[in-house]
C-alpha cells in the first residue's frame, strides 16, 4: 500500500527529513491565522509554509463554468500534491504551482525547499490516505458555520473584491461538497480545534474567541497537570473562571477524547500564567542557541487572542517534540 511504503521510508531515512505539520479546513476557518504565527515565531529561516491550495487545476475564470466549486478533489491536481508532499516529508525540493487568490490566476510556479519544518494548510491536504501518511501532526479547523461564514464574507469582500450577496451564494453552492470532502477530514485530525464563543455567556464586544481542541491519543501530547494547577489556589480549588481545563468528551463518533478548553474572557494576567507554563516547556525543548519569538503569538487581524497563543504553544510543542525524536 503506497500509504506504508511513505511511512517505511521516512522511518528508515538516514538523514535528517522536515517534520510536517498539516492544518485543513474549510475556506476562512482560521488556517492561515494559526500558521503565520508558528512561521513567525520559529521563523522563516527553520519553517516552510506550504498552501495546498496552489493545486487548483483551474483558475477563477475557468471554474465559473464547472459543475463543482475549489472544494471538489477534481477541481484539484491531488496526485501532484501527493508527490509533492512526498518530496517534502523526504527533505528534496519541489517546483510548486501557486494560485493567487487575490486575482484567481494560476501563476508562474516557485521553488520550495523545505527547512526544519513545513506546514501545509489548505482545504484538502487530509483528503488521502497517501497526504495524510506523509504528516507528522495533523489538525482540523473548525468553527460553528454561521462564525466560518461572517468571516468568509468579511475577508472576500475586504480582501478579494466580492460583494456579500455574492459570498453567501457561493458558500450555498459550496455546501454540498464542503459536507462530502472538506469536513470528513476532521476524522483524521490528530487536534481539533474550535474557536467559538462559549455558549450561555453575554460577554462584551471584543472579547476573544474561547478555544476548544480535542486531542486524540493518535500522538503524544504534552502532560497538562503543571501548567492546570499553575492556575489552582494553593487550597486546591480552581478560580471561579480558569483560563484552561481539561475535560473527557465524547467525539462525534461517540469515542471519548480529551478536550482542552482555553477561555477567552478570563484576565489577561490569569492566561500570562498559563501562556507561561507551556513556553518554558516550549522554550526548553527548543534547545541552547534557538531563538523563539513569542510576541508572534497570538495576533489575528482583529488584534491578540489568548486562546490563539496558547493553541499556537501547543502545536510548537508538538513540532519541537517530533523534531527531537527524529534526530533520536
Known amino acids: 500500500m503506497p500509504h506504508r511504503i511513505v511511512h517505511m521510508q521516512r522511518a528508515r531515512g538516514s538523514a535528517r527529513r522536515p517534520v510536517m505539520l498539516a492544518i485543513a479546513g474549510d475556506s476562512a476557518a482560521g488556517k492561515t491565522t494559526l500558521t503565520k504565527g508558528l512561521v513567525e515565531c520559529l521563523g522563516e529561516d527553520r519553517m516552510t509554509a506550504v498552501c495546498a491550495d496552489d493545486y487548483h487545476r483551474y483558475d477563477r475564470t475557468e471554474r465559473a463554468g464547472k459543475p463543482f466549486t475549489a472544494l471538489h478533489p477534481d477541481c484539484n491536481h ?31 510556479p516557485e521553488l520550495v525547499t523545505p527547512r526544519d519544518f513545513v506546514i501545509v494548510e489548505g482545504l484538502l491536504p487530509l483528503h488521502t490516505r497517501l497526504a495524510r501518511a506523509c504528516f507528522d501532526i495533523t489538525v482540523y479547523l473548525d468553527p460553528p458555520e454561521e462564525l466560518r461564514h461572517s468571516w468568509k464574507v ?23 461538497e464542503s459536507a462530502a470532502y472538506i469536513r470528513p477530514q476532521r476524522r483524521s485530525a490528530d487536534i481539533v480545534v474550535r474557536f467559538a464563543p462559549v455558549a450561555d455567556r453575554a460577554d462584551p464586544p471584543g472579547t476573544p474567541l474561547s478555544a476548544e481542541l480535542l486531542l486524540r491519543p493518535t500522538i503524544d501530547h504534552p502532560e497538562l497537570a503543571p501548567v492546570l494547577e499553575a492556575v489552582t489556589s494553593p487550597a486546591g480549588e480552581s478560580h471561579r473562571e480558569t483560563a484552561m481545563h481539561l475535560r473527557l468528551h465524547r467525539d462525534t463518533d461517540g469515542r471519548p477524547v480529551d478536550a482542552l478548553h482555553v477561555h477567552g474572557y478570563v484576565r489577561p494576567e490569569e492566561s500570562q500564567i498559563i501562556k507561561k507554563a507551556i513556553w518554558d516547556r516550549v522554550d526548553r525543548s527548543a534547545g541552547a542557541g534557538r531563538h523563539l519569538d513569542p510576541a508572534a503569538l497570538g495576533r489575528y487581524a482583529g488584534g491578540t487572542s489568548d486562546p490563539l497563543a ?19
Open 154 to 176: 468579511q475577508r472576500d469582500c475586504d480582501k478579494r473584491g466580492y460583494r456579500p450577496e455574492q459570498v453567501r451564494a457561493e458558500l450555498a453552492r459550496r455546501e454540498p
Open 310 to 328: 496558547i493553541t499556537q504553544l501547543l502545536l510548537l510543542y508538538h513540532l519541537l517534540d517530533a523534531d527531537h525524536r527524529q534526530a533520536a
Open 78 to 108: 491531488i496526485d501532484i500534491m501527493e508527490q509533492h508532499l512526498q518530496l517534502l516529508s523526504m527533505g528534496e525540493p519541489i517546483l510548486k504551482p501557486v494560485y493567487d487568490h487575490a486575482t484567481g490566476e494560476l501563476v508562474r
